[in-house]
């Protein structure tokens, strides 16, 4: 595997776990129903979290991921090299196409959960059946592996595609190069014409 390859799994793994290690740490921090306080005409009192800039960390390190890993390989349906036939390129079209359907939905549960942990917005709600809403259990759980799918996905995909590329780079290199022997033309003797009657005299002396 060329270093370059190697080089972008290990970045994009590494903000794939840093994404994956905030969104857990916010599920941990979250506030929860215990912590909330009903100061009264159903206002709720919520107290400081961190599960805010946690999810919304999570989510940015998503995002430099997805498109690390993009940019690099390029979009499956753009690319300028030709398309055969074969394992690798099905893997990396699944893997392309499953890895965006876990972004989003990893991008959209950490948003959602990180919006939902900003106290001075819920403070400000009033709510006529006298509860106080909360992020529910297992928002951020939901988000850390949807992001740790879609990065894991997202290299394979991209692992599968440069194979691809190298493999098509190989083969039209050997086509401009000459294989086997030299090809020399055959030496054909040139026919001698015997007179008749010397071929007689010879056979019939």
């Not at 959209?108 to 900003?118: F, H, M, N, P, V």
């Not at 010397?198 to 002396?205: A, E, L, S, V």
Request: glycine share 8%.
């Amino acid at each position: 595997m060329e270093r370059k390859v190697v080089a972008v799994c290990v970045a994009v793994g590494f903000l794939g776990l840093l994404s994956v290690a905030l969104a857990f740490a916010a599920e941990a921090t979250r506030i929860k129903a215990s912590d909330v306080e009903e100061t009264g005409q159903y206002r709720c009192t919520y107290p400081k979290s961190p599960a805010l800039a946690l999810g919304l960390l999570s989510s940015l390190a998503l995002i430099v991921a997805q498109v690390i890993i993009n940019t690099v390989a390029g979009c499956i349906c753009c690319t300028k090299h030709p398309r055969p036939s074969g394992t690798n390129w099905m893997v990396a079209l699944i893997c392309f196409i499953a890895s965006w359907v876990s972004f989003v939905i990893a991008f959209l549960l950490l948003l959602t959960g990180a919006a939902l942990s900003d106290r001075r917005t819920l403070e400000r709600r009033y709510f006529d059946d006298g509860e106080c809403y909360v992020v529910k259990s297992g928002v951020f759980a939901g988000g850390a592996l949807s992001s740790f799918t879609s990065v894991a996905l997202g290299i394979v995909y991209y692992v599968a595609l440069s194979s691809k590329n190298a493999q098509t780079w190989g083969s039209q290199q050997n086509q401009g190069i000459v294989m086997g022997h030299p090809q020399v033309p055959p030496i054909q003797a040139t026919p001698v014409f015997v007179h008749e009657d010397t071929y007689n005299r010879q056979q019939f002396p």
